[in-house]
């Protein structure tokens, strides 16, 4: 079993729709999770960060961890063209700095 | 130049060619990482370095040889490499290993004939 599973879709969604992008991983010890966009011909960006469980929420996007069942998610409310782009989850079991573990990436499209 | 800038932005090379993929931070943080990015495939760290020390280096082949001079500059020399190294070389860099945001430069696009 892979550490990190993430659907690479493409998702295909209107504007304006809800979007919940979603990891699963087998790794107990993950403490540290992080969500990435990546923009064609561009790096990563960091868009979240959460240490352990719970929710974040930083304007249009919402980041969920659920530990116990070994899950985290991220949610675009009122998702715009601009947010067409592969988002990347990551998470580590130490500091966020080094040994991050990366899903595949899900490939997001909104349409106008 | 701001962030993390990466040359060249596009490189063919043959099975028996040297090159060098050249990064550069201006965000004056001290550690330094190279990733591979190949398609349908995780990002894959490969090396880290922090204060200019290698800190980790993930079981990558030795044709892929790392060399950080400075805090700010980071390269990756390559020789002798198969197709199957073509992929996007990603690096990043962070305040230090405890940082927990890294900034990711726009990536090498490497293709191995």
């Known amino acids: 079993q892979k550490e990190v599973e993430q659907d690479p879709g493409p998702l295909s969604v209107p504007e304006g729709a809800i979007v919940s992008l979603n990891c699963t991983y087998s790794?107990?010890?993950?403490?540290?999770f992080m969500w990435y966009r990546q923009y064609s011909r561009k790096g990563p960006e960091l868009l979240m960060y959460?240490?352990?469980?719970g929710n974040k929420e930083d304007g249009r996007f919402t980041a969920q961890v659920d530990k116990s069942s070994k899950y985290i998610s991220l949610f675009i409310r009122d998702s715009q063209p601009s947010d067409s782009a592969t988002y990347l989850c990551a998470m580590s079991e130490r500091q966020a700095g080094t040994a991050l573990i990366f899903g595949k990436g899900t490939t997001l499209s909104v349409s106008s | 130049e701001t962030g993390v800038t990466q040359t060249p932005r596009h490189l063919v090379m043959g099975m028996t060619n040297k090159k060098s993929l050249k990064c550069e931070q201006h965000l004056g943080h001290n550690a330094m990482y190279w990733y591979k990015q190949s398609a349908k495939k995780p990002l894959e760290l490969m090396f880290v370095?922090?204060?200019?020390?290698?800190?980790e280096n993930n079981s990558v082949p030795s044709r892929f040889s790392p060399e950080c001079p400075n805090s700010s500059h980071l390269f990756l020399h390559l020789h002798t490499l198969q197709p199957e190294d073509s992929a996007l070389y990603l690096c990043a860099s962070s305040q230090d290993l405890r940082g927990e945001t890294q900034y990711f430069g726009p990536g090498t696009r490497l293709l191995v004939l």
């Open positions: 370095y922090n204060f200019k020390e290698q800190t």
């Open positions: 959460t240490y352990s469980s």
């Open positions: 790794n107990s010890a993950f403490q540290y």
